[in-house]
């Protein structure tokens, strides 16, 4: 990815009061290969996030849009697994993504550790909620996309932010519980 498709993007979106946007920056592959160069981050930072409903980086992608040290203390934008989530240093993080435009942000806890998933979304104006899931002890590929993609469908269908993310994440521990 580059600045020319974050441009053709932005071209073809509605106005986000006409349709929730739901933002997975998917950003780097699983391999560990840079999926959107820089010009292309700092487009999407500097004019895609301000069109943004929803954006749901998880922990290595909400440090590398903010070009800092993941909120987990792992030093790879990849990491599988990084360790606790500093809530201070994530919920920092969260209000200067907030800060970038985007109407909330979701920052997802998969790639820490325990035994729980901790998702936190924060949104413009509000508080921030800590959603809690148990962690199915299965990897797989696609998790965040599905959430986003979830989270999407359900504001799509009329429900409030918060019960589109809680109903989101229980569908995708669902799924993951299949899988196994």
Not at 118 to 145: H, K
């Amino acid at each position: 990815g580059n600045a020319a498709r974050v441009q053709a993007v932005l071209e073809s979106l509605p106005p986000r009061a006409q349709v929730p946007v739901v933002l997975d920056p998917v950003l780097v592959s699983s391999s560990g290969g840079t999926l959107l160069d820089a010009d292309g981050v700092q487009l999407l930072c500097r004019l895609l996030l301000p069109r943004v409903t929803l954006l749901t980086p998880n922990i290595p992608e909400a440090a590398s849009l903010l070009s800092e040290p993941p909120a987990d203390g792992t030093d790879n934008a990849n990491s599988a697994g990084g360790g606790a989530a500093d809530e201070a240093a994530l919920d920092t993080q969260l209000q200067r993504l907030l800060a970038l435009g985007p109407e909330a942000v979701l920052i997802k806890g998969g790639h820490g550790s325990g035994d729980h998933v901790i998702d936190t979304l924060a949104e413009r104006g509000r508080g921030l909620v800590r959603m809690a899931v148990p962690r199915v002890p299965v990897q797989r590929r696609g998790t965040g996309c599905t959430l986003a993609s979830a989270i999407a469908a359900r504001l799509a269908g009329g429900s409030s932010l918060v019960e589109a993310c809680r109903s989101a994440q229980s569908h995708v521990v669902e799924a993951l519980a299949r899988s196994r």
